[in-house]
């Protein structure tokens, strides 16, 4: 018989022959009070041992959280890092490339101007052979007149045309 509060409570022992409380009612009583207890303590130390394994449990899954915790706090610090030093770099690459490109293009333009200017130097040079080359041809057909003149004979240019 297990005894709960309010059994203990509303207990009653019959009485005895001699005014006393019957000593087997007593001593069963006493028996299955005693045998509550031990299923109690024996409840209690069970809950007890769960209580602590509970908390072992939830201290390590504390434990666990604080790392996770730690990791995403070293995982944000290293991808703000990664992204400042992407940032850097691009920043970096984007100077070089400028500065490869206005090279670039100054590049160009020292060698377009020297194109030009090698074209308007070959194109006064070509000017100046035809302008030598025709004094050089109008002074030998002057040479020519004047030795035709002398000579009697019409030259090329005073004969007349056979059209």
């Known amino acids: 018989m297990n005894y709960a509060t309010e059994k203990l409570g509303n207990l009653k022992f019959c009485s005895s022959v001699f005014g006393g409380y019957n000593k087997n009612d007593v001593d069963k009583a006493i028996r299955n009070i005693i045998s509550d207890y ?3 303590d024996k409840n209690m130390a069970e809950l007890k041992n769960k209580v ?3 908390t072992e449990t939830v201290n390590h899954y504390k434990t666990i959280e604080e790392s996770m915790q730690h990791c995403l706090i070293i995982a944000q610090h290293t991808s703000d890092e990664m992204i400042k030093n992407a940032n850097e770099k691009a920043k970096d690459i984007l100077s070089q490339a400028d500065a490869t490109s206005q090279k670039v293009v100054s590049d160009a333009y020292q060698q377009a101007s020297k194109i030009k200017f090698s074209y ?3 194109k006064a040079k070509i000017y100046t052979f035809k302008a030598k080359s025709e ?3 109008k002074s030998q057909l002057d040479v020519l007149k004047q030795m035709d003149s002398e000579s009697g004979k019409p030259s090329e240019s005073e004969k007349p045309s056979e059209s």
């Open 38 to 40: 031990r299923e109690t």
């Open 52 to 54: 602590d394994v509970l």
């Open 120 to 122: 308007d130097d070959m």
């Open 135 to 137: 004094a050089l041809l």
